[in-house]
């Protein structure tokens, strides 16, 4: 995953967030998100349905709109430090604001810390299994794991996946049952049926984990 990731940065975030903070207060910009977050989906191997939040944390990426507010703050404060820029009075004593549409960045020159927000966004979002992940800064376990293992992991750790329960709500099939005759989640494949029962945390991705993502994956 880290050759998918760094090739998303390399190629396709820096096209994207290109002069970012001169448009990244339009209305506009969720249309770049949705093309970025279909990158982030690839590179965690994720579903749709699955909430936003979780896919810069598995995708090891800072969240879009905190990109984006470091890139502005980082040209206000050169813009700051250098007098003869032509643009400076503008950032320092703004023009009156004639349509109330629009949002120029010095509408908000307060620096943030990305890693604070983002650790203060990620405690604050109501997301799945949010409580197994202590930070969402660090690289989380299992992403140097081939594709398959960390698709799957990810998948398990989401509680949606290739289970019964989920088949049937896809309409996919007639019946959420498990061969051992319970409803099959993700959670219930992992946690405590009899044919697939893990007896280890699934998110340490250890090497018993990974042995048992490779046996049920194949």
């Known amino acids: 995953m880290l050759s998918l990731r760094s090739s998303a940065l390399a190629l396709c975030y820096s096209a994207a967030e290109y002069c970012a903070p001169v448009w990244s207060c339009s209305a506009h910009t969720s249309q770049v998100d949705v093309q970025l977050n279909s990158i982030m989906r690839l590179i965690s191997g994720t579903l749709y349905s699955k909430p936003l939040p979780w896919l810069p944390v598995l995708s090891n990426i800072e969240p879009l709109a905190l990109r984006r507010k470091a890139a502005t703050d980082k040209l206000v404060e050169k813009i700051v430090q250098h007098d003869s820029w032509r643009i400076q009075p503008d950032i320092l004593s703004p023009p009156l604001l004639w349509l109330t549409s629009r ?3 010095w509408l908000d020159l307060q620096p943030v810390d990305i890693k604070s927000r983002w650790w203060h966004n990620w405690r604050s979002a109501q997301v799945v299994n949010s409580h197994l992940v202590c930070d969402p800064k660090i690289r989380q376990h299992g992403f140097d794991l081939p ?72």
């Open 147 to 218: 594709r398959q293992q960390w698709s799957l992991l990810n998948r398990f750790c989401m509680e949606e996946g290739h289970c019964s329960a989920c088949r049937r709500k896809w309409r996919l099939t007639d019946t959420d049952l498990c061969p051992c005759g319970e409803t099959q989640t993700t959670s219930h494949i992992v946690e405590s049926c009899p044919l697939t029962k893990l007896k280890w945390r699934l998110i340490t991705a250890d090497e018993d984990a990974v042995s048992w993502l490779t046996s049920y994956g194949s």
């Open 103 to 105: 949002k120029p960045l």
